[in-house]
């Protein structure tokens, strides 16, 4: 008993260390005593039922199913879908197609549905013929929706590429059930050939009939990066139809990550450059935006991505999204450099509109716009900061001002 095939559960007590091992040695004993066919099914059915398998007993089933095949034959009649708990590499190519049709019969009955099944377990299935023996369902459209969609769920399960050129085409066919569509789309963004992943770059654009953005997020996922710029991705991105729908588009906005690749990043600036109004919101384009602005916040050593933040930050201010501004909590060094920026290279923007460039500013910031006073254009900016920061009840800031302004007709100007 002292092997690995046990674990300690209590005082004097053993289970097994992984249920398989006993459901295995069950199957066994079963097997080598030879019990017959009605016998065996007396212990693997509902007393009520002789056609549904006890669920706590797939895994016994599907064991029992790879050592005798008068049980494979019968259980694949009436609940198929436990095989697919079983070992199929040890089956026949004709057994792997017979259960690909018991398990089309069954769906097709209504005694399956799609959720019953893991999609992973398909897998399985796979056999030399298993593209033909698919494409009759897939095609016919004189077959229920759902059937053909648990067809095309196996050609993904089994990475029948040969397939992807005509599952694309229901996708693209408006004509076809909507969720059916979803279905290619998604098989195609996971089996899809060059080909077909580029015919689905029309799922890009608005799209009424696409109501939940999921033929949009597989073709995004599909296409990007190796069919379409990252630039040309970004364009397309627009708010969900509905929020509280958790599938292919949300999924694919939520793993973007430019965060390791500067170029990427710097298009990613741009598109946020142009979107201020994602700046403010709690969607998923909110919350991309964020993620691009954070990266770039620690990237600010790279000149390019520091203009390109500065660019950013601007556009927020500048139409009043500022919710995201100031939720982050910059260090000293980060909005200073943000600041320099905008200045220099947003300088007559500043001037000849009211922009709330002071959001940026601290009181711990007056000595350091002190110092980019410099006798320039862009003074009248720095005075204009720098009467938000000081103190009037700090004399010392005070009489720093009033020296400054002896010389500076900014200072002077901003003050009297």
Not at 64 to 79: G, H, R, T
Not at 136 to 143: H, T
Not at 202 to 207: A, D, E, G
Request: glycine share 2%.
């Amino acid at each position: 008993m002292a092997t690995a095939l046990f674990r300690v559960n209590g005082k004097d007590r053993l289970s097994w260390s992984h249920k398989t091992y006993g459901e295995y040695l069950a199957a066994n004993y079963v097997n080598i005593h030879n019990l017959s066919v009605k016998q065996t099914l007396q212990l693997l059915t509902h007393t009520t039922d002789e056609n549904r398998v006890v669920e706590q007993l797939y895994e016994v089933t599907a064991w029992l199913a790879s050592m005798k095949k008068e049980i494979l034959k019968l259980v694949s009649d009436i609940n198929p879908e436990v095989l697919l708990q079983s070992d199929t590499a040890i089956w026949s190519n004709s057994d792997k197609a017979t259960l690909v049709d018991k398990l089309l019969i069954a769906f097709e009955s209504g005694k399956l549905f799609n959720t019953a099944i893991k999609r992973n377990l398909y897998a399985k299935l796979y056999h030399p013929d298993i593209a033909n023996q698919l494409k009759i369902i897939i095609c016919d459209e004189n077959k229920e929706w759902t059937l053909r969609r648990e067809a095309i769920d196996i050609a993904e399960g089994c990475n029948v590429t040969e397939l992807a050129n005509t599952i694309v085409e229901i996708a693209l066919d408006v004509s076809q059930e909507y969720y059916l569509r979803t279905a290619a789309a998604r098989t195609i963004s996971i089996i899809g050939n060059e080909k077909s992943k580029r015919k689905m770059q029309p799922f890009l654009y608005p799209n009424d009939d696409d109501i939940d953005d999921e033929l949009k997020g597989s073709a995004l996922s599909s296409l990007w990066p190796e069919y379409i710029t990252t630039e040309q991705m970004l364009d397309s991105l627009t708010p969900r139809k509905k929020d509280n729908l958790i599938g292919s588009y949300q999924w694919f906005i939520s793993r973007l990550d430019f965060s390791s690749d500067k170029k990427e990043l710097l298009q990613a600036l741009h598109w946020a450059d142009k979107h201020p109004e994602h700046a403010n919101g709690s969607d998923e384009l909110y919350k991309l935006y964020e993620k691009i602005l954070e990266a770039a916040l620690h990237n600010l050593n790279d000149s390019d991505i520091l203009r390109k933040t500065a660019n950013v930050v601007f556009s927020i201010i500048s139409s009043y999204h500022l919710h995201l501004i100031r939720k982050k909590d910059l260090s000293d060094i980060s909005r200073r450099r943000i600041i320099e920026s905008i200045v220099l290279y947003h300088e007559k923007d500043c001037l000849k509109s009211h922009i709330p460039l002071h959001v940026l500013i601290r009181p711990e910031d007056f000595d350091w716009i002190l110092v980019n006073i410099k006798g320039k254009g862009s003074d009248i900016i720095w005075a204009d900061l720098l009467l938000k920061t000081f103190s009037k009840d700090n004399a010392m800031e005070i009489d720093k001002i009033l020296k400054l302004s002896e010389s500076n007709s900014s200072i002077k100007k901003s003050i009297f």
